[in-house]
């Protein structure tokens, strides 16, 4: 140990801090809390028996100590986390966030709509979850849908476009899911007092929702005005059926925080869940990157305070599996029995869910290399194909010819790498020359830009379309440094280069399945771009355009009839029963113009 760091240590004070360890570039590598500074740093140059290989390598590149004292262990461990959190020491875990859930939002506008979204743009309005099933949180929308009037148009309704009377009710409006803001046929206030009830049952605040609706169902059965009464009722029942659909627990437990972990060796992982009336309304799963000997408990503690300060409410009562540091304004308990163990159960088995999907991933990933080593097998391979690429042609009747090739990298299909090639140099229907043409554009492009070459090219066809492919290979100079094979529809043929006996594979066999795989979806590829380019090419037939006739109406009429042409000397009886009535009397009416200038 340097003389520098020892006075350093030798200096410290034996107060609550926190300690931050620097590189010869000054750079922050680890950051630590603790109870007495001069002890918890001395551990580390004294201890030097017996601690893991990370710390002896965190302690061999230690060449400056900075710390900073703090009332008490807790305020370190607060401040702990804000200097991870801003520098990311290397040595620090690392909390990896679960998936992009969705959040229900109420916008910031007049007349606020309630949507759902997996962004959350700041500003935009005032979010909610975020929910761990779209499921669940459809649940809530539909309830809120059920119960409210709330708009789902995204129409402007300031005072000036409602009182200019620029808008018209939809069919919303109609079958009673509106009513009618777009008109002023609902004022703002009225509408608001409904967006504050939405915002409650959101919450999970159906209590106060409940008696509301009680107390309006017996003031309207008391006047007589059992319609309305009826309408409270019926909100009630489906108040009731949605919380017995959601309470997992006693309703009795409330404002509730529940936190529990799992590790292994490398990671760890943790769930918070909060519980309002005995449901569920928020759970966050979170996974931790171990980078020294972290304790579960020492984990759970800078866990617990990141995902609080992300969680939507503050809870005092919290539950766990087992103790860890924490704040004077949390009361902690480790349940035994009961409710309030099941609960702890449940968070468990949540945040197992993030080891769960990580063993299913390996397996996943085992199955997929014992996969590409049949494959090197069964073609006779040189290497294991971890890149492969395979190319198809698309037309009909020889128009619009097009072709796609769709990339496949180490068990998963890489769409980012998807290409579509328009044919250049080919007239006609020739399968082979368009094969010849794509496969050499692909690979010319690729030596210029010196990207690295597929392990294996799979061309959608027999003997023909493999041959015209290998002349493109051989006209780069690169025919016989990649695998090449080729796949008839019609046997599902195996074929080889100068090779005139296919290779049958069985109907059961892997590789012949992935090969499939990949030529179903170079096919399903090349036919929507195939599709699209015909359409556009329908659509700009002719310079004739048909008033009151669009787009989609003119590509349906083109796709029928293939050309203009034909559109315009069609039948009425026959127009009628493909677009109505009316356009087909446009039509008809444009054909008679035409013919009138003709004729003139």
């Known amino acids: 140990m340097e003389s520098e760091l020892r006075d350093v240590i030798s200096n410290l004070p034996g107060n609550p801090g926190i300690y931050r360890f620097l590189d010869k570039e000054d750079r922050l590598i680890y950051v630590g809390k603790a109870k007495d500074l001069k002890k918890r740093v001395s551990s580390y140059f004294s201890k030097q028996v017996g601690q893991n290989r990370k710390t002896l390598k965190l302690v061999s590149e230690i060449r400056k100590i900075e710390y900073t004292i703090t009332p008490t262990e807790y305020d ?14 290397k040595y620090n875990i690392l909390l990896k966030d679960d998936k992009t859930f969705p959040f229900i939002c109420i916008l910031n506008e007049r007349f606020p709509r309630v949507i759902s979204t997996r962004k959350f743009i700041a500003g935009a309005g005032e979010y909610f979850g975020p929910y761990t099933s779209a499921g669940s949180m459809q649940n809530v929308l539909e309830l809120l849908r059920r119960l409210y009037t709330i708009r789902t148009c995204n129409l402007q309704l300031s005072q000036e476009n409602i009182e200019h009377q620029k808008f018209k009710v939809c069919l919303e409006f109609h079958i009673g899911n509106c009513k009618g803001p777009c008109v002023g046929l609902l004022s703002e206030e009225n509408y608001m007092e409904e967006i504050r009830q939405a915002r409650k049952v959101i919450k999970g605040d159906l209590s106060e929702i409940w008696e509301l609706y009680e107390t309006e169902m017996k003031t309207a059965a008391s006047k007589l005005e059992f319609e309305k009464a009826a309408v409270f009722k019926r909100r009630l029942e489906l108040l009731e059926k949605f919380r017995s659909k959601n309470t997992v627990v006693n309703r009795s437990l409330t404002n509730v925080n529940i936190i529990t972990i799992g590790s292994d060796e490398h990671s760890a992982w943790v769930n918070l869940m909060q519980i309002k009336e005995g449901a569920v309304i928020y759970s966050r799963n979170k996974e931790i ?75 996943l990933q085992k199955e997929d290399v014992l996969i590409l080593i049949n494959a090197k097998k069964d073609l006779r391979l040189q290497t294991t194909p971890r890149a492969i690429e395979c190319f198809d042609n698309s037309n009909l009747q020889g128009t619009n010819a097009v072709a796609s090739m769709v990339r496949f990298e180490n068990g998963k299909l890489l769409k980012s790498e998807y290409r579509h090639f328009n044919i250049k140099t080919v007239e006609g229907p020739d399968d082979f020359a368009s094969m010849r043409e794509i496969v050499g554009r692909r690979y010319t492009r690729l030596l210029n830009e010196g990207k690295p070459m597929p392990d294996l090219i799979i061309v959608d066809g ?4 493999l041959s015209a492919a290998c002349e493109a290979l051989k006209s780069l100079g690169i025919y016989g440094s990649i695998p090449i094979i080729g796949i008839a529809k019609n046997l599902e043929e195996i074929f080889f280069p100068e090779d005139p006996l296919p290779l049958l594979l069985g109907k059961r066999s892997s590789t012949l399945r992935l090969i499939q795989q990949l030529r179903n979806e170079a096919h399903r590829f090349g036919i929507t771009f195939h599709r699209k380019k015909r359409n556009k090419a329908l659509l700009e037939d002719g310079s004739i ?33 493909l677009v109505g009535e009316s356009k087909a009397r446009k039509i008809l009416s444009t054909a008679s113009q035409l013919d009138n200038k003709k004729g003139a």
């Open 76 to 89: 370190a461990l607060l401040l702990e986390n804000t200097f991870i959190k801003q520098y990311q020491p």
């Open 289 to 363: 990157v171990k980078k020294l000997e972290e304790t579960n408990e020492e984990i759970l503690a800078n866990a617990y305070t990141i995902l609080t300060q992300e969680a939507p409410f503050k809870n005092k009562e919290v539950y766990s599996n087992i103790v860890f540091q924490h704040g004077p304004e949390v009361e902690l308990t480790l349940p035994k029995i009961g409710d309030k163990k099941r609960l702890v159960d449940l968070s468990l088995a949540n945040a197992e869910t993030i080891r769960e999907k990580k063993e299913a991933d390996k397996k």
């Open 462 to 465: 027999g003997k023909g379309q």
């Open 545 to 577: 355009k048909i008033p009151g006739i669009g787009q989609e109406t003119l590509l349906l009429l083109l796709k029928h009839y293939r050309s203009m042409k034909k559109v315009l000397s069609a039948d009425f009886s026959e127009l009628s029963k």
